[in-house]
């Protein structure tokens, strides 16, 4: 039972573009959710998050926006630079509960 | 800002032997330090919770006897591969929670490099 999921597996964006990542969830109970981005035999690394409280989060190149009623967020970079292809997972979480509940990721590809 | 490390970062090893995987918080305490397991083109999957002091909390489906946990200081987690097997070949992540998360209700963790587990 996949509670997180990401439907695109690639997405590739030209450089200077905007990225957008999906990401649904089914769980009503996930109150935050995080994005993580991936670059091969690393781990994960922390990009952004949003709690469900607010439907937007800004930081920098990075916009999450979150859509409680469509159980729908999605990650926007913009611009695109050739260091942001890697793989993003989007996590969700709630609140008392540490673990995270990661999707299936998305390899994005910025084209110099 | 935090760093997980992990150790090795690659091992080989026969079929039937036991490896074990060192997980360190580098900078800060970690109470909470989970490990995650991920397949080719599939997403991390949580194994266990590994609390400092106390017995790890398993995952449905993963064995306990098979993933070995300790958790003896504020700083170290260790994941031991009993009697590994070709199956048991995958990527081995480890993370911890921040130390001083953003926001309220955070669960922000931050992820070791991970090791790359290969059994002959």
């Known amino acids: 039972d996949q509670q997180v999921k990401q439907n695109s597996p690639s997405l590739s964006v030209q450089e200077g573009r905007i990225s957008i990542l999906n990401c649904d969830y089914t769980n009503s109970m996930f109150d935050y959710f995080l994005w993580y981005k991936k670059y091969p035999a690393e781990g994960p690394t922390f990009l952004i998050s949003?709690?469900?409280?607010?439907d937007k989060n800004e930081d920098g190149r990075f916009t999450v926006f979150l859509n409680k009623s469509a159980k729908h967020l999605s990650l926007h970079i913009v611009p695109s630079q050739p260091g942001d292809s890697a793989v993003y997972f989007c996590a969700a979480s709630n609140f008392g509960n540490e673990k995270l509940t990661f999707g299936t990721g998305t390899r994005l590809t910025i084209i110099p | 800002g935090a760093v997980v490390s992990q150790h090795p970062s690659r091992v080989i090893c026969k079929s039937g032997t036991s490896v074990k995987i060192e997980c360190r918080s580098l900078d800060f305490q970690a109470t909470t330090m989970f490990w995650y397991r991920q397949f080719p083109k599939k997403s991390l999957m949580l194994m266990a919770t590994?609390?400092?002091?106390?017995?790890?909390?398993?995952e449905q489906g993963v064995e306990k006897d098979k993933f070995l946990i300790n958790h003896a200081s504020l700083t170290l987690s260790t994941l031991t591969v009993t009697s590994a097997h070709p199956e048991d070949s995958s990527f081995y992540i480890c993370?911890?929670?921040?130390?001083?998360?953003?926001?309220?209700?955070?669960?922000?963790?931050?992820f070791g490099p991970g090791t790359r587990l290969t059994v002959l």
């Open positions: 993370s911890a929670r921040a130390p001083n998360p953003r926001g309220q209700g955070a669960n922000e963790q931050f």
């Open positions: 949003i709690s469900s409280i607010k």
């Open positions: 590994s609390n400092e002091g106390s017995k790890a909390t398993y």
